[in-house]
């Protein structure tokens, strides 16, 4: 039997922060009843055990506590992703004093033609330590190869090994619909372990923001619902990019960067990130330029 939920705004508190709400079910709707109720304004949500994640206000990362800050893991399947899917975030965080970590899958080992494994790794490793270095940023690097990803138990149970020690506030990952198997595999290692994190009594619960790279060749389906304005900070994270001189920047940068530009024209800027932000996550800690 197959129940459609609706949530009604009733009444906000003058301050914006909290809501009275009224929860329909019902198992009888049809589909142009589902329709007609839809488009007079009731938002159709989904439901966690018996009740409902109604997210709080954002709360901007200029006004957290005086001397609080923040914990960022940004994951990517391969040395240049998180820097290419979110430089300019990364950016804005550490310039205001948060605390960012790249998460590589892997060291690159099958991306050199012409190199072994070895070989490969040593250049890439360089690569991103020089990228991280230009964004302020700390690199930690799993123990996959590149183009031989593994999603299995002892994987698993290593992500969540990694997530565990650096307790983060706001994890960022691959989007899934992705054409390359390393992008999908450190994004399904991820959210496992970031759902782990949540049923452990002595970790934090981060938010979970997923990100986009080279549209159309890599990642599909993405329809983001954040954005960040990072035209102040562009200019690094090209640099950020161009780090990785092995992997032909010239030609991968200006696609990144056609994205970048159409996020921008979306979000009314020149250059802007876009995200896609885990529907249960418990708050919006991103960069003040939404």
Not at 164 to 183: C, G, L
């Amino acid at each position: 039997m197959t129940y459609i939920c609706f949530i009604n705004l009733i009444d906000m508190s003058p301050d914006n922060k909290t809501s009275t709400v009224k929860l329909t079910c019902n198992n009888t709707h049809s589909r142009r009843e589902f329709l007609s109720t839809a488009a007079s304004g009731a938002v159709l949500i989904g439901l966690r055990g018996a009740g409902v994640n109604v997210r709080p206000a954002p709360q901007d990362p200029n006004e957290l506590p005086a001397g609080k800050k923040l914990k960022i893991i940004i994951a990517g399947g391969h040395p240049g992703d998180p820097e290419y899917g979110c430089g300019g975030t990364a950016a804005l965080y550490t310039d205001k004093g948060h605390e960012v970590v790249f998460l590589y899958l892997n060291r690159g080992e099958g991306g050199i033609d012409g190199k072994s494994g070895s070989e490969a790794a040593t250049v890439r490793t360089a690569e991103a330590l020089s990228a991280c270095k230009m964004l302020n940023t700390r690199a930690v690097f799993a123990t996959q190869i590149d183009g031989q990803a593994i999603v299995d138990a002892s994987h698993y149970d290593e992500f969540y090994r990694i997530l565990e020690s650096e307790k983060p506030d706001i994890i960022f990952t691959q989007w899934p619909i992705d054409n390359h198997r390393d992008h999908r595999a450190i994004s399904t290692l991820v959210y496992d372990a970031w759902l782990k994190l949540a049923k452990s009594p002595t970790s934090k619960h981060p938010d979970l923001y997923y990100y986009e790279v080279s549209d159309g060749e890599d990642t599909f389906m993405f329809s983001p619902d954040f954005y960040v304005d990072i035209t102040p900070v562009e200019a690094r994270k090209r640099a950020a990019c161009y780090a990785h001189a092995s992997q032909s920047p010239g030609m991968f940068y200006s696609l990144q960067e056609q994205v970048s530009k159409f996020r921008g024209v979306e979000r009314g800027c020149k250059h802007a990130e876009a995200f896609i932000m885990h529907v249960i996550s418990h708050s919006d800690l991103l960069p003040p330029s939404r």
